[in-house]
Protein backbone atom coordinates (compact mmCIF):
# COMPACT_ATOMS: atom_id res chain seq x y z
CA UNK A 1 0.00 0.00 0.00
CA UNK A 2 1.01 3.33 -1.21
CA UNK A 3 0.88 6.23 1.45
CA UNK A 4 1.29 10.08 0.11
CA UNK A 5 2.45 12.64 3.38
CA UNK A 6 4.15 15.47 3.13
CA UNK A 7 6.54 14.95 6.45
CA UNK A 8 7.56 11.27 6.97
CA UNK A 9 9.49 10.70 10.43
CA UNK A 10 11.82 7.60 11.42
CA UNK A 11 11.81 6.11 15.13
CA UNK A 12 8.88 6.82 17.38
CA UNK A 13 11.45 7.62 20.39
CA UNK A 14 11.49 11.07 22.43
CA UNK A 15 13.28 12.68 19.19
CA UNK A 16 10.63 11.34 16.86
CA UNK A 17 7.41 11.84 18.66
CA UNK A 18 8.95 15.22 19.92
CA UNK A 19 9.07 16.30 16.94
CA UNK A 20 5.85 14.74 15.21
CA UNK A 21 4.15 16.94 17.98
CA UNK A 22 5.83 20.37 17.38
CA UNK A 23 5.18 19.48 13.52
CA UNK A 24 1.47 18.71 14.60
CA UNK A 25 1.28 22.04 17.47
CA UNK A 26 2.37 24.42 14.90
CA UNK A 27 -0.20 23.18 12.25
CA UNK A 28 1.45 20.68 10.21
CA UNK A 29 -1.03 18.31 10.17
CA UNK A 30 0.22 15.68 6.82
CA UNK A 31 2.88 13.64 8.53
CA UNK A 32 3.60 10.08 9.51
CA UNK A 33 5.72 8.52 12.67
CA UNK A 34 7.68 5.18 11.72
CA UNK A 35 9.17 2.55 13.95
CA UNK A 36 10.28 -0.96 13.95
CA UNK A 37 9.20 -1.30 17.40
CA UNK A 38 6.89 0.31 19.35
CA UNK A 39 6.60 3.78 20.76
CA UNK A 40 9.64 4.16 23.16
CA UNK A 41 11.06 1.20 22.20
CA UNK A 42 15.02 1.64 22.88
CA UNK A 43 13.45 2.73 26.33
CA UNK A 44 11.98 -0.41 26.71
CA UNK A 45 14.73 -2.60 25.99
CA UNK A 46 17.12 -0.83 28.38
CA UNK A 47 18.19 -3.00 31.30
CA UNK A 48 16.15 -2.92 34.25
CA UNK A 49 18.66 -1.19 36.52
CA UNK A 50 19.67 1.62 34.12
CA UNK A 51 17.89 4.67 35.03
CA UNK A 52 17.91 8.53 33.38
CA UNK A 53 21.30 10.26 34.34
CA UNK A 54 19.22 13.85 34.32
CA UNK A 55 16.91 14.73 36.60
CA UNK A 56 12.81 15.43 35.97
CA UNK A 57 12.15 18.71 37.68
CA UNK A 58 8.84 20.19 37.16
CA UNK A 59 9.73 24.35 36.99
CA UNK A 60 7.29 24.48 33.47
CA UNK A 61 5.64 27.67 35.44
CA UNK A 62 8.24 29.08 35.18
CA UNK A 63 9.23 28.50 31.65
CA UNK A 64 11.61 25.72 31.71
CA UNK A 65 10.41 22.87 31.67
CA UNK A 66 11.12 19.08 32.67
CA UNK A 67 14.92 18.49 31.67
CA UNK A 68 13.50 15.23 29.94
CA UNK A 69 10.14 16.54 28.37
CA UNK A 70 9.94 16.33 24.46
CA UNK A 71 6.82 19.33 24.48
CA UNK A 72 6.76 22.59 26.34
CA UNK A 73 3.50 21.86 28.70
CA UNK A 74 4.52 18.08 30.08
CA UNK A 75 6.61 16.32 32.80
CA UNK A 76 7.69 12.68 32.71
CA UNK A 77 8.45 13.28 36.21
CA UNK A 78 5.21 14.08 37.30
CA UNK A 79 3.88 11.58 34.69
CA UNK A 80 6.10 8.66 36.35
CA UNK A 81 5.99 10.29 40.22
CA UNK A 82 9.88 10.01 40.26
CA UNK A 83 13.00 11.87 39.57
CA UNK A 84 15.12 9.64 37.65
CA UNK A 85 13.10 7.44 35.66
CA UNK A 86 12.92 3.83 34.20
CA UNK A 87 12.74 3.11 30.53
CA UNK A 88 9.82 1.62 30.99
CA UNK A 89 8.37 4.70 32.66
CA UNK A 90 9.69 6.84 29.91
CA UNK A 91 8.65 5.16 26.90
CA UNK A 92 4.86 5.11 28.73
CA UNK A 93 5.36 8.85 28.96
CA UNK A 94 6.20 8.95 25.46
CA UNK A 95 2.98 6.75 24.59
CA UNK A 96 0.75 9.34 26.41
CA UNK A 97 2.11 12.59 24.93
CA UNK A 98 1.55 10.55 21.45
CA UNK A 99 -2.07 9.89 22.19
CA UNK A 100 -2.91 12.81 23.64
CA UNK A 101 -1.69 15.16 21.23
CA UNK A 102 -2.62 12.74 18.23
CA UNK A 103 0.36 11.83 16.23
CA UNK A 104 -0.19 9.47 13.88
CA UNK A 105 2.23 6.26 14.30
CA UNK A 106 2.78 3.00 12.57
CA UNK A 107 4.73 0.93 14.64
CA UNK A 108 5.90 -2.41 14.54
CA UNK A 109 7.28 -1.41 10.99
CA UNK A 110 10.32 -2.50 9.70
CA UNK A 111 11.88 -0.64 7.08
CA UNK A 112 13.66 -1.97 4.52
CA UNK A 113 15.16 0.63 2.38
CA UNK A 114 15.26 4.58 1.71
CA UNK A 115 14.98 5.89 -1.98
CA UNK A 116 15.94 9.47 -2.72
CA UNK A 117 13.45 10.51 -5.46
CA UNK A 118 13.51 14.16 -7.59
CA UNK A 119 10.65 15.56 -5.56
CA UNK A 120 11.36 13.35 -1.93
CA UNK A 121 11.76 10.06 -0.54
CA UNK A 122 10.14 6.63 -0.57
CA UNK A 123 10.87 4.83 2.70
CA UNK A 124 9.81 1.30 1.94
CA UNK A 125 8.68 -0.53 4.62
CA UNK A 126 7.61 -4.52 5.61
CA UNK A 127 4.13 -3.82 5.17
CA UNK A 128 3.62 0.14 3.14
CA UNK A 129 5.18 2.17 1.35
CA UNK A 130 6.24 5.79 2.80
CA UNK A 131 6.07 8.93 -0.31
CA UNK A 132 6.98 11.83 1.40
CA UNK A 133 8.73 15.91 0.44
CA UNK A 134 10.46 15.95 3.38
CA UNK A 135 12.00 13.27 5.59
CA UNK A 136 12.97 13.26 9.43
CA UNK A 137 15.59 10.99 10.77
CA UNK A 138 14.86 10.20 14.51
CA UNK A 139 16.85 6.78 14.90
CA UNK A 140 18.67 7.41 17.97
CA UNK A 141 21.92 5.44 18.93
CA UNK A 142 21.23 2.49 21.21
CA UNK A 143 20.57 0.32 18.13
CA UNK A 144 23.72 0.94 16.55
CA UNK A 145 27.25 0.58 18.57
CA UNK A 146 30.06 1.95 17.93
CA UNK A 147 32.04 -1.54 17.00
CA UNK A 148 33.93 -0.53 14.14
CA UNK A 149 37.79 -0.34 16.06
CA UNK A 150 36.77 -3.43 18.04
CA UNK A 151 37.60 -6.36 16.89
CA UNK A 152 35.82 -9.61 18.22
CA UNK A 153 33.18 -7.54 19.34
CA UNK A 154 30.56 -10.66 19.91
CA UNK A 155 32.85 -11.99 22.46
CA UNK A 156 31.38 -8.87 24.36
CA UNK A 157 28.11 -8.43 26.00
CA UNK A 158 26.68 -4.76 25.10
CA UNK A 159 26.03 -2.57 28.14
CA UNK A 160 22.42 -2.05 26.35
CA UNK A 161 21.88 -6.18 26.83
CA UNK A 162 22.88 -6.39 30.23
CA UNK A 163 19.21 -6.84 31.72
CA UNK A 164 19.15 -7.60 35.22
CA UNK A 165 23.23 -8.01 35.23
CA UNK A 166 22.06 -11.90 36.95
CA UNK A 167 24.42 -13.32 34.35
CA UNK A 168 27.08 -11.94 36.70
CA UNK A 169 25.80 -13.60 39.64
CA UNK A 170 28.86 -15.96 40.40
CA UNK A 171 31.24 -13.89 39.59
CA UNK A 172 33.79 -11.77 41.57
CA UNK A 173 35.10 -8.91 38.76
CA UNK A 174 34.29 -8.26 35.93
CA UNK A 175 35.83 -6.29 32.70
CA UNK A 176 34.23 -2.93 31.18
CA UNK A 177 35.29 -1.52 28.24
CA UNK A 178 34.27 2.65 28.11
CA UNK A 179 34.60 5.00 30.89
CA UNK A 180 31.80 7.18 30.24
CA UNK A 181 27.96 7.15 31.58
CA UNK A 182 27.56 3.90 30.25
CA UNK A 183 30.72 1.94 31.83
CA UNK A 184 30.51 3.57 34.84
CA UNK A 185 26.58 2.68 35.35
CA UNK A 186 27.48 -0.86 34.36
CA UNK A 187 30.24 -1.21 36.96
CA UNK A 188 28.04 0.90 39.97
CA UNK A 189 25.27 -1.68 39.23
CA UNK A 190 27.93 -4.34 39.57
CA UNK A 191 29.24 -2.91 43.17
CA UNK A 192 26.10 -2.84 44.24
CA UNK A 193 25.84 -6.85 43.96
CA UNK A 194 29.94 -6.83 45.66
CA UNK A 195 30.89 -7.76 42.43
CA UNK A 196 34.32 -5.78 41.37
CA UNK A 197 34.89 -4.85 38.07
CA UNK A 198 37.65 -2.81 35.74
CA UNK A 199 37.20 -0.10 33.21
CA UNK A 200 39.26 0.34 30.28
CA UNK A 201 39.43 2.84 28.60
CA UNK A 202 41.48 5.63 26.82
CA UNK A 203 40.00 8.27 29.18
CA UNK A 204 37.54 8.23 31.79
CA UNK A 205 34.50 10.46 32.37
CA UNK A 206 35.15 11.10 35.93
CA UNK A 207 38.34 12.62 35.30
CA UNK A 208 36.94 15.64 32.98
CA UNK A 209 36.68 18.92 34.64
CA UNK A 210 34.55 19.84 31.85
CA UNK A 211 31.06 21.44 32.87
CA UNK A 212 29.55 20.04 29.90
CA UNK A 213 27.93 16.66 30.56
CA UNK A 214 28.61 15.47 27.28
CA UNK A 215 31.84 15.40 28.08
CA UNK A 216 32.13 14.21 31.74
CA UNK A 217 29.94 11.94 34.12
CA UNK A 218 27.04 13.43 35.11
CA UNK A 219 26.72 14.45 39.11
CA UNK A 220 24.08 11.92 39.23
CA UNK A 221 26.68 9.33 37.99
CA UNK A 222 29.12 10.55 40.25
CA UNK A 223 27.45 10.85 43.50
CA UNK A 224 26.51 7.25 42.87
CA UNK A 225 30.34 5.91 42.01
CA UNK A 226 32.24 7.80 45.45
CA UNK A 227 29.60 5.29 47.28
CA UNK A 228 30.97 2.25 45.56
CA UNK A 229 34.67 3.25 44.32
CA UNK A 230 36.53 1.21 46.32
CA UNK A 231 34.84 -1.61 44.39
CA UNK A 232 35.98 -0.33 41.00
CA UNK A 233 39.27 0.07 39.35
CA UNK A 234 40.02 2.04 36.34
CA UNK A 235 42.89 1.67 33.77
CA UNK A 236 43.04 5.09 31.58
CA UNK A 237 45.15 5.58 28.57
CA UNK A 238 44.23 2.24 27.15
CA UNK A 239 42.54 1.68 23.83
CA UNK A 240 40.94 -1.62 23.57
CA UNK A 241 40.97 -2.66 19.73
CA UNK A 242 40.42 -6.32 20.23
CA UNK A 243 38.52 -9.57 22.60
CA UNK A 244 39.42 -12.67 22.21
CA UNK A 245 39.08 -15.86 23.40
CA UNK A 246 42.53 -18.38 24.21
CA UNK A 247 41.78 -21.87 25.49
CA UNK A 248 38.41 -20.25 27.18
CA UNK A 249 40.53 -17.43 28.79
CA UNK A 250 39.30 -13.90 27.75
CA UNK A 251 42.14 -11.56 26.51
CA UNK A 252 41.83 -7.70 25.71
CA UNK A 253 44.32 -6.09 23.51
CA UNK A 254 45.03 -2.01 23.52
CA UNK A 255 46.10 -0.42 20.67
CA UNK A 256 49.60 0.11 21.94
CA UNK A 257 49.29 -4.14 21.29
CA UNK A 258 49.16 -4.52 25.44
CA UNK A 259 47.21 -7.75 26.73
CA UNK A 260 44.79 -7.70 29.29
CA UNK A 261 43.30 -11.00 30.40
CA UNK A 262 39.80 -10.55 32.15
CA UNK A 263 37.65 -13.50 33.65
CA UNK A 264 34.83 -13.70 31.42
CA UNK A 265 33.18 -12.18 28.80
CA UNK A 266 33.48 -8.09 29.05
CA UNK A 267 30.69 -5.77 28.89
CA UNK A 268 30.96 -3.07 26.18
CA UNK A 269 30.20 0.28 26.61
CA UNK A 270 31.82 2.09 24.14
CA UNK A 271 29.22 4.65 22.45
CA UNK A 272 27.10 4.76 19.43
CA UNK A 273 26.96 6.15 15.99
CA UNK A 274 23.68 5.65 14.22
CA UNK A 275 25.10 6.79 10.93
CA UNK A 276 26.38 2.87 10.92
CA UNK A 277 22.41 2.07 9.60
CA UNK A 278 22.38 0.86 6.29
CA UNK A 279 19.03 2.69 5.61
CA UNK A 280 20.66 6.41 5.93
CA UNK A 281 24.41 5.90 5.93
CA UNK A 282 24.54 6.96 1.73
CA UNK A 283 22.40 9.66 2.26
CA UNK A 284 24.50 11.78 4.76
CA UNK A 285 28.22 12.64 4.14
CA UNK A 286 30.03 11.37 7.17
CA UNK A 287 32.49 12.59 9.40
CA UNK A 288 34.08 10.54 12.35
CA UNK A 289 31.33 9.03 12.85
CA UNK A 290 28.51 11.32 12.49
CA UNK A 291 26.29 12.83 10.16
CA UNK A 292 27.32 16.24 8.67
CA UNK A 293 24.41 18.85 8.82
CA UNK A 294 24.08 22.29 7.83
CA UNK A 295 22.43 24.84 9.78
CA UNK A 296 19.17 23.39 9.73
CA UNK A 297 19.99 20.19 10.44
CA UNK A 298 19.86 19.00 7.32
CA UNK A 299 22.23 16.72 5.52
CA UNK A 300 24.52 18.45 3.25
CA UNK A 301 24.11 15.85 0.15
CA UNK A 302 20.04 15.21 0.28
CA UNK A 303 18.09 18.01 0.18
CA UNK A 304 14.95 17.94 2.67
CA UNK A 305 16.28 15.30 4.76
CA UNK A 306 16.93 16.59 8.97
CA UNK A 307 18.39 14.63 11.39
CA UNK A 308 16.98 14.89 14.97
CA UNK A 309 18.11 13.22 18.18
CA UNK A 310 21.23 12.42 20.04
CA UNK A 311 23.47 11.85 17.47
CA UNK A 312 23.26 15.67 16.10
CA UNK A 313 26.74 17.58 16.49
CA UNK A 314 26.05 21.33 15.29
CA UNK A 315 28.51 23.53 14.78
CA UNK A 316 30.70 22.17 17.78
CA UNK A 317 27.89 21.48 19.79
CA UNK A 318 26.89 17.92 21.31
CA UNK A 319 23.34 17.84 21.56
CA UNK A 320 23.06 14.41 23.05
CA UNK A 321 20.64 15.15 25.78
CA UNK A 322 16.96 15.40 25.84
CA UNK A 323 17.03 19.20 27.10
CA UNK A 324 19.34 20.12 24.13
CA UNK A 325 18.32 18.10 21.23
CA UNK A 326 14.48 19.12 22.09
CA UNK A 327 15.60 22.70 21.50
CA UNK A 328 15.82 21.54 17.42
CA UNK A 329 12.28 20.13 17.24
CA UNK A 330 9.76 23.15 16.64
CA UNK A 331 12.79 24.84 14.53
CA UNK A 332 12.88 22.05 12.24
CA UNK A 333 9.14 22.34 11.87
CA UNK A 334 9.24 25.99 11.32
CA UNK A 335 11.64 25.84 8.62
CA UNK A 336 9.39 22.91 7.01
CA UNK A 337 6.36 25.02 7.09
CA UNK A 338 8.57 27.98 5.34
CA UNK A 339 9.32 25.40 2.87
CA UNK A 340 6.28 24.09 1.89
CA UNK A 341 4.20 27.70 2.10
CA UNK A 342 2.27 26.64 4.77
CA UNK A 343 0.93 28.91 7.85
CA UNK A 344 1.77 28.00 11.13
CA UNK A 345 0.46 28.45 14.32
CA UNK A 346 2.48 31.57 15.65
CA UNK A 347 0.55 31.22 19.43
CA UNK A 348 2.33 27.64 19.47
CA UNK A 349 5.98 28.42 17.46
CA UNK A 350 5.91 30.99 20.63
CA UNK A 351 4.98 28.48 23.36
CA UNK A 352 8.40 26.76 22.08
CA UNK A 353 10.70 30.24 22.07
CA UNK A 354 9.09 30.94 25.37
CA UNK A 355 9.95 27.49 27.19
CA UNK A 356 13.52 27.76 25.63
CA UNK A 357 12.11 24.80 23.15
CA UNK A 358 13.23 26.86 20.25
CA UNK A 359 17.49 27.27 19.62
CA UNK A 360 18.35 29.44 16.73
CA UNK A 361 21.60 30.00 17.41
CA UNK A 362 24.33 27.68 18.62
CA UNK A 363 26.96 29.80 19.27
CA UNK A 364 25.18 30.77 22.64
CA UNK A 365 25.88 27.01 24.07
CA UNK A 366 29.09 27.44 26.08
CA UNK A 367 29.16 25.33 29.08
CA UNK A 368 31.54 26.78 31.51
CA UNK A 369 30.74 27.71 34.91
CA UNK A 370 31.92 30.47 37.12
CA UNK A 371 32.67 28.01 40.22
Not at 193 to 212: F, L, Q, V, W
Not at 283 to 303: C, G, H, P, W
Not at 349 to 366: G, I, T
Request: with cysteine; aromatic share 12%.
Amino acid sequence: MKINKLVTIIGAGPAGIGTATALLRLGIENIQVIDKGEIGQSFLDWNTKTRFISPSFNTNGFGFPDMNAITPDTSPGYYADSEHLSGESYAEYLTEVAHYFKVPVSTNETIQRIEKTKDGYIVYGEFNNYHSTFLITALGDVSYPDQKRLSGYKHGLRYTELGDYACFANQEEVAIIGGNESGFDAAIQLAKMNIKSTIYTSTAGIDSESSDPSQSLSLYTRERYREVADFITIYTDIRVTEIATVENQYILTSEEDETFPIPGKPIIATGYSNVQSPLIKNLFEIVEDRAVLNSYDESTISKNLFMVGSQVEHEGVILCFIYKYRQRFAYIANEIARRASLPIDPLALQLYKDYQMFLEDLSCCDTDCAC
